[in-house]
């Protein structure tokens, strides 16, 4: 009888599934047809097992390092509040929405650099008022930002 799932090494972070140098099992379908041709895992080994302990082994100070930087950016941002300025019509809807590129911009104009794919909604932000936006500094650092997004002053 055939497994019904395949032990992977992930090779980058994947939404839902897991993080880097993570072991998971999948369906072997996702794993032969997606994530092993789209260089997002390897198989899991004994031999690819071994060589990953030795790796993190290895790298385990630089992934601590990475850690403490970001909880101290996480501190620095804790009491930071967003204020997106954008059009809108009469019942307070917007023009489009806010997307996670607005929300890097206005992080960048207050001395903040961060990446789009770091930034996500937990709804979708289509309307004025205040909003919580979730900013994943690192795996293991998550930073809650409130964001008021009011209309553009017209002239």
Do not use: C
């Not at 395949?6 to 072997?28: F, N, T, W």
């Amino acid at each position: 009888m055939p497994s019904r799932s395949v032990e992977v090494i992930l090779k980058s972070d994947i939404d839902g599934l897991g993080h880097k140098y993570d072991i998971v099992r999948v369906r072997p379908g996702y794993a032969w047809n997606y994530l092993l041709p789209q260089g997002l895992a390897e198989l899991a080994t004994d031999g690819a097992k071994r060589q990953l302990a030795a790796h993190l082994r290895q790298i385990a100070n630089k992934l601590a390092q990475e850690k403490a930087a970001a909880e101290q950016l996480a501190a620095s941002m804790s009491g930071l509040k967003l204020q997106l300025k954008m059009l809108a019509g009469k019942e307070g809807k917007l023009f489009g929405a806010v997307t996670p590129q607005h929300i890097v911009s206005a992080l960048a104009e207050q001395g903040y650099t961060i990446e789009r794919r770091q930034v996500s909604f937990p709804v979708p932000i289509r309307t004025l008022g205040d909003y919580l936006v979730q900013i994943r500094l690192h795996r293991e650092v998550i930073v809650s930002l409130p964001v008021e997004v009011v209309p553009t002053e017209e002239d």
